[in-house]
């Protein structure tokens, strides 16, 4: 008499666990605004988790690590920089600006950060290796 093993209930179970993780788990969305970011050819490695965001309304959003972003006046911007910025573990402020916003808008909020001691970090989204070798 010759013992065989039958792997086609195994297969089910396998399946059935993934299906049941799958539906389980929780997705991670970003809380954040929609930014059209302006496009770099350089990454930082490290991302400060404090992100302040200006859209292209010029609205003004602050987020200390883990949270939503609030809005934020224009006059009581450097407090909100000033009371999140040390929660950060890099001590600086990731700020994600829509390619639409004034020059000058940005360079407030940078300069808000230099009169402050606090490091200001502009994001940008990838440039595609494309672009980056048709430029001179």
Request: glycine content about 2%; aromatic content about 8%; cysteine-free.
């Amino acid at each position: 008499m010759l013992a065989t093993f039958s792997m086609a209930s195994m297969t089910d179970v396998v399946f059935l666990l993934l299906v049941f993780f799958m539906v389980t788990s929780a997705f991670v969305f970003p809380t954040a605004l929609e930014v059209d970011l302006p496009e770099s050819s350089q990454q930082t490695p490290l991302k400060p988790t404090t992100r302040m965001f200006i859209d292209a309304e010029g609205a003004y959003y602050v987020a200390a690590p883990e949270a939503d972003p609030v809005a934020v006046p224009a006059d009581s911007l450097a407090i909100f920089i000033q009371a999140i910025a040390p929660a950060d573990s890099l001590g600086a402020v990731a700020v994600y600006a829509d390619a639409a916003v004034p020059y000058g808008k940005v360079v407030e909020v940078l300069n808000i950060g230099a009169d402050n001691a606090i490091k200001m970090v502009l994001a940008t989204k990838p440039a595609s290796p494309a672009k980056t070798e048709e430029q001179p």
